[in-house]
């Protein structure tokens, strides 16, 4: 940038409040890399990437992330535990505080995008404390070329201080760590976290607003990919699902692995990187994310194998939750732009730790709304602190933390535009078999990789099918590549009536969570719930 760019550029920044600090522009990966590392904030690791300790958080914090209440999201935001209220008043006085704390500091500032749809791009600016952090937002969002970064316009702006720590009797926040925005002044601010998982998910979350509220797009928590036909297919999943390790297909091009959207004519991805787990990662299960990992990856809070700098994948010391980020064009196999036609074949991921749900199903229009809208999966031993046996989970359109709208919204927006594709919709159970957690087998990852391959090849389409007892699910008989006795979830338990009795424990679990949907919800999805034996 040149000297009179750089005094532009700077001016900007006071603009925000930011006061006398040495401001670091549009810096390179190996630029903030090389920062990271000189400032012993990072260390160096033998496939090139770099690796961050993200502090007190490993993880975001959903408690502490609100929105503020005001004229523009008081009648249209769900409001509740998920999306938490937040004064206007208390929003910019502690926005004064951020940017006060700031001021004086040595900063990174980056211009960036969200949506590779052009008619719906997002301009962003990032300022952060850190310079891994501001490498983080290189890698996620989408790079403008140097040419726009002369003339950038910035819609959203992420200030990101891990430092600062908020006063919650002062502040009106919970505690010290805090990620709010401001839908009016079109600004999130996030302190007292080093995860940088809220930089990302707090543009996610008002993506989530703006496109569904106000564009007609429907805003998605999913990965998605698209075939040497054109056909783009699109994995639903909460955390540990297995969507982004299903969506990288080495047969297939990916668009994205975390945040979509569907408008009349395509299917488009927010990001313009990955943000995988890497727990227990290995060249053989996952070849596209660990080549991924080289200059350029950062690592977040991972182990080393002794004193040395190979990463330990298999450690857990720190957290379950490590991660890595890279851009999309670490990965060789990638749809550029990230771009996909409307899709042909829509995935919801489950990983059922009770053994009940089958590998894979078919599903109704109205059994599909009724399972975006549950967004279940099942929590075992050793991925929270406190889980001693498996927990159901249910995240309303596999996405609640990050949904500002009535889960209803998203819901009648996925069924219109089904429709109107005439997609075909899969429920997959990548969990257990044989019997719960403890008991049962993981499925397969060659199983429900075979098992995804032949309904995205159509080879399910005239096959036989057997509907669930309890659940209504249509499942196929025989798959090509998968034992046939492992499709049918019952005849894989040893007591089938210990299946029936955990099979209607569950469905009781889905219709009890489901109670604060059924108002809102139509005749179609309300026969899409599971039924209860009451016997059983």
């Not at 952090?133 to 070329?145: K, Q, V």
Request: proline letters at 5%; a negative charge.
């Amino acid at each position: 940038m040149s000297e009179k760019g750089l005094k532009a550029a700077n001016a900007n920044i006071e603009a925000y409040g930011i006061k006398n600090s040495v401001v670091n522009w549009n810096l390179s990966p190996k630029e903030l890399a090389d920062i990271a590392v000189e400032k012993g904030q990072a260390k160096l690791a033998d496939n090139g990437a770099i690796s961050v300790n993200t502090g007190e958080f490993t993880g975001r914090s959903p408690k502490d992330r609100f929105i503020v209440m005001d004229e523009l999201t008081k009648d249209s935001v769900w409001w509740g535990d998920i999306n938490i209220a937040f004064d206007a008043e208390k929003f910019d006085k502690l926005y004064d505080k951020v940017t006060d704390y700031l001021s004086g500091k040595e900063i990174y500032a980056r211009d960036a995008y969200a949506c590779a749809d052009p008619r719906y791009r997002m301009n962003i600016r990032v300022i952060n404390e850190y310079s891994w952090s501001n490498m983080f937002a290189y890698n996620m969002f989408l790079r403008p070329t140097e040419e726009e970064i002369k003339n950038f316009d910035p819609e959203w702006t992420v200030i990101n201080a891990p430092g600062f720590m908020a006063d919650p009797a002062v502040d009106g926040t919970r505690q010290h760590n805090f990620a709010i925005l401001s839908f009016t002044r079109k600004t999130i601010i996030i302190g007292g976290t080093g995860y940088t998982g809220e930089i990302k998910k707090g543009i996610f979350s008002a993506l989530n607003f703006i496109l569904p509220h106000q564009k007609n797009v429907l805003s998605m928590h999913c990965s998605a990919n698209v075939g040497e036909d054109g056909d783009t297919a699109v994995f639903f999943g909460l955390s540990g699902t297995g969507k982004t390790t299903l969506s990288a297909d080495p047969n297939r091009r990916l668009i994205g692995d975390d945040e979509h959207g569907w408008s009349d004519d395509s299917v488009f991805n927010f990001e313009g990187g990955c943000y995988a787990k890497v727990i227990d990662l290995s060249a053989e299960k996952e070849p596209d994310i660990f080549n991924a990992i080289k200059p350029g990856a950062l690592l977040e809070n991972v182990c080393f194998i002794g004193d040395t700098n190979e990463v330990d994948y298999t450690s857990s010391e720190i957290t379950e939750n490590t991660r890595v980020s890279y851009p999309l064009d670490h990965i060789n196999n990638t749809q550029d732009p990230s771009i996909g036609d409307k899709p042909k074949n829509i995935f919801f991921l489950t990983a059922d730790a009770f053994g009940v749900l089958p590998p894979i199903s078919k599903l109704t229009p109205g059994q599909a709304a009724f399972h975006f809208i549950s967004g279940y999966t099942a929590k075992v031993a050793g991925t929270e602190a406190g889980i001693t046996e498996p927990k159901m989970a249910f995240s309303a359109c596999f996405g609640a933390p990050f949904m500002p709208l009535h889960p209803t919204r998203y819901a009648e927006m996925l069924s219109a535009k089904m429709q109107e594709a005439g997609v075909n919709v899969w429920l997959v159970n990548t969990g257990w078999s044989g019997g719960p957690y403890g008991i049962g087998n993981r499925m397969s990852l060659k199983h429900t990789r075979a098992m995804i391959t032949a309904a995205l090849n159509g080879e399910l389409d005239n096959v036989e099918y057997t509907e669930h007892a309890v659940f209504g699910l249509n499942m196929p008989n025989s798959c090509p590549n998968v034992p046939s006795e492992v499709l049918h979830p019952r005849n894989t338990w040893e007591s089938k009536e210990a299946y029936d009795k955990k099979a209607n424990e569950l469905s009781i679990a889905f219709n009890k969570n489901f109670e604060k949907f059924a108002e809102s919800a139509n005749e179609e999805i309300l026969a899409g719930a599971p039924n209860v034996t009451q016997n059983a």
